[in-house]
C-alpha cells in the first residue's frame, strides 16, 4: 500500500501560481497512477489530472491552466497552477490508483488534503 502526503496549498490573489506536492511512500509507488482531485464547499469532488509512471498525462477538460508531473526519484508528484481563479477555491487531494482512470472511486489511497484559496 502507498501512502500520501499533500503540501503546498495556500492562500493567492487571482492570477497567481501554487506548486502543490504529493508525497508517497512504500516500496510500489511505482506501480501507481497518481491523481488530483478537489472539493470545493457543497461540491462533489471532481478529477483534476493523473499521471502515469512514464510520465503521460491526462487532464479534465477545464483544467488546461493546470500542469501534472513526476519525480519518481523523489516519490513526488506535482501539481502545478497557474493563472488561479476564485472558482479554483477547493482542497486539492492526491490519490494513488492501480488503474489509468479519472474515476475517483477507483482510487485506492487518498492524503490529507491540502488548501487552496484564491482572492479575488
Known amino acids: 500500500q502507498v501512502q500520501l502526503v499533500e503540501s503546498g496549498g495556500g492562500l493567492v490573489q487571482a492570477g497567481g501560481s501554487l506548486r502543490l506536492s504529493c508525497a508517497a511512500s512504500g516500496r510500489t509507488f511505482n506501480e501507481y497512477f497518481v491523481g488530483w482531485f478537489r472539493q470545493a464547499p457543497g461540491q462533489e469532488r471532481e478529477f483534476v489530472a493523473a499521471?502515469?509512471?512514464?510520465?503521460?498525462a491526462r487532464y479534465a477538460d477545464s483544467m488546461g491552466r493546470f500542469a501534472i508531473s513526476r519525480d519518481n526519484a523523489k516519490n513526488t508528484v506535482y501539481l502545478h497552477l497557474n493563472s488561479l481563479k476564485p472558482e479554483d477555491t477547493a482542497v486539492y487531494y492526491c490519490?494513488?490508483?492501480?488503474?489509468?482512470?479519472?474515476?475517483?472511486?477507483?482510487?485506492?489511497?487518498w492524503g490529507q488534503g491540502t488548501q487552496v484559496t484564491v482572492s479575488s
Open positions: 499521471i502515469g509512471w512514464s510520465g503521460g
Open positions: 490519490a494513488a490508483s492501480l488503474l489509468w482512470t479519472d474515476n475517483d472511486r477507483q482510487y485506492s489511497a
